[in-house]
């Protein structure tokens, strides 16, 4: 194991840095690269799957040495994280963060990555399941919040939308974002979590990791107000997501939805007017406008994942 352990972080540390010199050499290509990057690790365990024999149930029986890896694939990951972001104001360590999950997995813990949710079978069930819960938790929401701010201000939250921006965004928010991020937190810690304690208690504890996972963006300059606003609205998001991974077991779902939320935000042009005048509103209107639509939304996620999703 010793050997695999020193493997996993050598190639995770040496793909984080032919990224961070990509980036600070060429900004543009850093992007285009992490994509890339992914083809040799496909590669790879198509070629290892066929030979090697992988357990169908995780090796990290004793809850003490599953907190450990947990926490350590957490900590390994910010390492390389927090520089990213405070140097390039990008999420480059997605593509090594892949790899440190996928590689821990297999070559580690020896265990099958289906376990873990990453499963490529019924994928049109996978892609529906994916839409519903973006459509449900996120379109309705940001649909609620534009209405009403229409009816409180008179101004429309949302100016327009850029289908190009969006279109360029989703490889890298799906492939490298969505699946790094899914992997990590509801694939790798949930899956372990739901092991050793009820799926509630897993799905909120990784839900509260990825929540400090996004502090990093309100280190420089620091503002604790909207670094905690951040944290809260990301946990929400983990809960949400982690919810509806314990129904389907299946990551695929999750890393079509995420990379459809996040690239719908990098479409959408808000209008700062509309905002400012919203926040200048008395602090039940705020609540009204934001929290309602999100409250509502989850409400309807939450009857429809309760009654309707199934393991995939």
């Known amino acids: 194991m010793d050997s695999a352990i020193l493997k996993t972080v050598a190639v995770y540390f040496a793909l984080a840095f032919v990224l961070f010199v990509s980036a600070y050499l060429f900004y543009d290509l850093a992007v285009f690269l992490s994509i890339l990057l992914l083809?040799?690790?496909?590669?790879?365990?198509?070629?290892?799957?066929?030979?090697?024999?992988?357990?169908?149930?995780?090796?990290?029986?004793?809850?003490?040495?599953?907190?450990?890896?947990?926490?350590?694939?957490?900590?390994?990951?910010?390492?390389?994280?927090?520089?990213?972001?405070?140097?390039?104001?990008?999420?480059?360590?997605?593509?090594?963060?892949?790899?440190?999950?996928?590689?821990?997995?297999?070559?580690?813990?020896?265990?099958?990555?289906?376990?873990?949710?990453?499963?490529?079978?019924?994928?049109?069930?996978?892609?529906?399941?994916?839409?519903?819960?973006?459509?449900?938790?996120?379109?309705?929401?940001?649909?609620?919040?534009?209405?009403?701010?229409?009816?409180?201000?008179?101004?429309?939250?949302?100016?327009?939308?850029?289908?190009?921006?969006?279109?360029?965004?989703?490889?890298?928010?799906?492939?490298?974002?969505?699946?790094?991020?899914?992997?990590l937190f509801r694939g790798y810690m949930q899956t372990h979590l739901q092991r050793h304690f009820s799926v509630v208690k897993a799905f909120l504890l990784q839900a509260f990791l990825f929540g400090v996972w996004h502090f990093v963006w309100h280190i420089f300059p620091l503002n604790l107000a909207d670094m905690i606003l951040r944290i809260a609205s990301t946990f929400f998001i983990g809960a949400m997501f982690g919810y509806f991974y314990s129904k389907t077991q299946n990551l695929a779902p999750l890393i079509l939805a995420h990379g459809l939320w996040n690239s719908i935000l990098d479409g959408l042009t808000s209008n700062p007017e509309a905002a400012k005048t919203v926040m200048a509103l008395p602090l039940l209107s705020q609540a009204v406008i934001i929290v309602m639509p999100y409250a509502l939304s989850t409400a309807i996620m939450l009857v429809v994942v309760r009654k309707f999703i199934r393991a995939i």
Not at 116 to 133: I, M, V
Request: charged share 15%; net charge positive.
């Open 39 to 183: 083809l040799p690790l496909i590669l790879w365990c198509r070629n290892y799957f066929k030979k090697a024999k992988l357990l169908k149930e995780t090796t990290l029986k004793r809850r003490e040495t599953m907190l450990f890896w947990v926490l350590m694939l957490f900590a390994l990951a910010l390492m390389v994280r927090v520089p990213f972001v405070l140097l390039f104001g990008a999420p480059y360590e997605k593509t090594p963060l892949i790899y440190l999950v996928i590689l821990t997995i297999v070559l580690v813990e020896k265990t099958d990555i289906k376990t873990f949710g990453f499963k490529t079978g019924n994928l049109a069930k996978s892609a529906f399941y994916g839409l519903l819960l973006f459509s449900l938790l996120d379109l309705i929401a940001l649909a609620g919040i534009h209405l009403l701010t229409i009816v409180f201000t008179g101004q429309e939250m949302f100016q327009s939308f850029n289908a190009v921006t969006f279109l360029m965004s989703m490889p890298f928010m799906t492939l490298c974002v969505g699946i790094s991020e899914e992997g």
